[in-house]
C-alpha cells in the first residue's frame, strides 16, 4: 500500500522561503507523477505544482510559477516543493499526491494517493 508523507512546513515570515518534502513508503515515487496542492482556510483545495514520471517535466499553476520549484530526488524516494518569496497568501496545508499514469503533468483531485499535509504559515 502506497502512503505519502509531507514535512517541512512551519511559521515563516512574508518574503521567506519554505522547502516541503514529500517521501513515500510501499513504491517507488519515480514511477508516478507527482503533485503538490494546497488549501488556504475557507477555500477549496487548489493546485500548486505537478513533476511527471517519465522524464521530470514540470508543472505550476499562476499563483507560485516564478517562485516555486518542484524537485525529484530519485534515490532517496522523495519530491521537493520550495516556494520563495512568500506571502500571507501561501498560508496553506500543502499536500503532496501521487498517481501511478507518470505522464501526467496537470495536478489534478483525482490523484490516486494522498497525503496528510503539512501546514504553511506566513505572517505579514
Known amino acids: 500500500q502506497v502512503q505519502l508523507v509531507e514535512s517541512g512546513g512551519g511559521s515563516v515570515e512574508s518574503g521567506g522561503s519554505t522547502r516541503l518534502s514529500c517521501t513515500a513508503s510501499g513504491t517507488t515515487l519515480g514511477r508516478y507523477a507527482v503533485g503538490w496542492f494546497r488549501q488556504a482556510p475557507g477555500k477549496e483545495r487548489e493546485p500548486v505544482s505537478c513533476?511527471?514520471?517519465?522524464?521530470?517535466?514540470?508543472f505550476y499553476m499562476p499563483s507560485v510559477k516564478g517562485r516555486a520549484t518542484i524537485s525529484r530526488d530519485r534515490p532517496n524516494n522523495m519530491i521537493y516543493l520550495r516556494v520563495d518569496d512568500l506571502t500571507p497568501d501561501d498560508t496553506a496545508v500543502y499536500y503532496c499526491?501521487?498517481?501511478?499514469?507518470?505522464?501526467?503533468?496537470?495536478?489534478?483531485?483525482?490523484?490516486?494517493?494522498w497525503g496528510q499535509g503539512t501546514q504553511v504559515t506566513v505572517s505579514s
Open positions: 513533476i511527471s514520471g517519465t522524464n521530470s517535466d514540470t
Open positions: 499526491a501521487a498517481d501511478p499514469r507518470p505522464s501526467r503533468l496537470r495536478p489534478a483531485p483525482d490523484f490516486a494517493t
